[in-house]
């Protein structure tokens, strides 16, 4: 990790600590603060690519007027633990994308979590050109949906990455939520969430649309 961020993780972990403790959770008060610093490293370091003419996602002429994303606060209770269940016969099948594009995905896992008092499942997709690469093997890609789609998001819909876990758990952290790279410049081919990865709810965590 970049020693630059190291007092902003340690600034993080003590404004937060207290409503940390506030959520239950079968994860710990260090593993929550972690994840809260990760994510203010993540973003920084998205705004740094952003800002880079060779990496960046955004119109070649935008770039030297670009100050930074925008993003909903980030938020603890968007930080929830997942029963993960790998699906051993998931279908292969080709993604919609925004182009005439078809990626083929396998359905790999379903992930099972609460928000507030009701269930969700989101489905996992493990890219099968990506897959027999060796620093993508054990990556899973979690396009989905929800009702800020439009209004403060992205009208297509957001993506999520995880990695494959060990056990039968892992955290899903709705506040490293990103915008395809299409939110920012129509060039881009981008999978479009399936039906089944449309939520019922907002998620308010994630990064915002991109003005």
Do not use: W
């Amino acid at each position: 990790m970049n020693l630059f961020y190291v007092p902003l993780i340690l600034i993080l972990i003590s404004l937060y600590s207290g409503h940390v403790r506030s959520q239950k959770s079968v994860f710990s008060d260090t593993e929550y603060t972690y994840h809260i610093a990760q994510t203010q490293v993540y973003r920084a370091e998205q705004d740094l690519k952003f800002k880079n003419e060779e990496k960046s996602p955004l119109i070649l002429d935008s770039i030297p007027n670009f100050n930074g994303l925008e993003y909903f606060e980030i938020d603890p209770g968007y930080i929830v633990p997942a029963t993960y269940k790998h699906l051993k016969n998931g279908r292969v099948f080709e993604m919609k994308t925004t182009t005439e594009r078809l990626p083929e995905y396998r359905d790999y896992a379903e992930l099972t979590f609460k928000l507030g008092d009701s269930t969700y499942v989101l489905h996992a997709y493990q890219n099968l050109a990506f897959s027999q690469k060796p620093d993508y093997d054990s990556s899973l890609f979690v396009p989905f949906t929800d009702f800020t789609n439009g209004i403060e998001s992205y009208g297509g819909g957001r993506y999520m990455d995880i990695k494959i876990p060990k056990g039968n758990l892992l955290i899903l952290d709705f506040n490293r939520s990103y915008n395809p790279y299409c939110a920012y410049n129509e060039r881009y081919s981008c999978p479009v969430p399936p039906e089944e990865n449309k939520l019922k709810l907002r998620i308010e965590a994630g990064v915002l649309k991109y003005h």
